[in-house]
């Protein structure tokens, strides 16, 4: 497994893959890396000739600072498990590499990017579609993955590759959880002990909330779930909306769409968590 940093040495590299014939598979990540991006890996490497993994905290999709500096790094580590993986390059380059001067590009993918974390996130989505769209056009990958975990985020990369004259192809990948049900983040890195509890009470509302739904409204289940996080002990929900799976717009009745989702982002302390859960699918 090679580390690259540069773009004229990655180019380098896949540009003599590339007239092999070879595919070439890319999972971008944030590193901080752990089982669920290790899945992502691994299914990307079952199903290309060569991974490329992206290593990179992109400023842009921060509109928070003091997230951006607590974000954790962890590069070596990074690296041990990507190897483990099968991974050919990590591509961990400078912010000055890939942001030689500002990106002004705007991207608008609305009411995709408007609701939900679009709306608690202003310019979020925004720095997420720079970032995603400069490393599918520095690879040039025969597929990307990326985990259904932001559930939202892939939805909008979908989108952004419908618009945009990109020849790939999209893969979600299945959320990941640890034994007792909360979903793999980077995140929970910074959550303490009791905070690691704390936070398992957001999966276990979801989970009730899929056998709740089979015998109440969809009001009613939203409100079960917003119920359960009011009282948890640790936690503050943001929100908690129940959505069309492919327009993320809100539904209000279990008939309204073959397609639906539970979405929540709540705050385990100063710890920003989301998950999701399907209800119809």
Partial sequence: MKLIQTINELRAELDVLRREGKTIG??????????????????????????????????????????????????????????????????????????????????????????????????????????????????????????????QQLAIIREMVRKYPFNL??????????????????????????????????????FASCEYAKTHSLAETKLYVEECIAKAEGLRLEYFEIVDGTTLQTVTDWNDSTYIVGCITAFCGEVRLIDNIKYKE
């Fill in 26 to 151: 890319l999972v971008p990540t944030m590193g901080a890396l752990h089982a669920g991006h290790a899945s992502l890996v691994k299914r990307a490497v079952a199903e290309n000739d060569v991974v490329v993994v992206s290593d990179f905290v992109n400023p842009t999709q921060f509109n928070d600072k003091n997230d951006l500096l607590k974000y954790p790094r962890t590069l070596d580590a990074d690296c041990k498990l990507l190897e483990a993986c099968g991974a050919a390059f990590v591509f961990a380059p400078s912010v000055e590499e890939i942001y030689p001067e500002p990106d002004t590009r705007q991207f608008s993918y609305a009411p995709l990017d408007t609701v939900m974390e679009g709306k608690y996130r202003p310019g979020h989505f925004n720095g997420v579609c720079q970032i995603v769209s400069k490393l599918f056009l520095i690879v040039e990958p025969t597929r990307a993955y990326f985990g259904e975990k932001d559930f």
């Fill in 169 to 206: 192809e999209i893969v979600g990948c299945p959320i990941v959880r640890e034994s007792d049900g909360l979903a793999l983040s980077s995140r929970n890195a910074r959550l303490s002990a009791e905070q690691r509890v704390q936070a398992l009470q957001i999966s276990k509302a979801l």
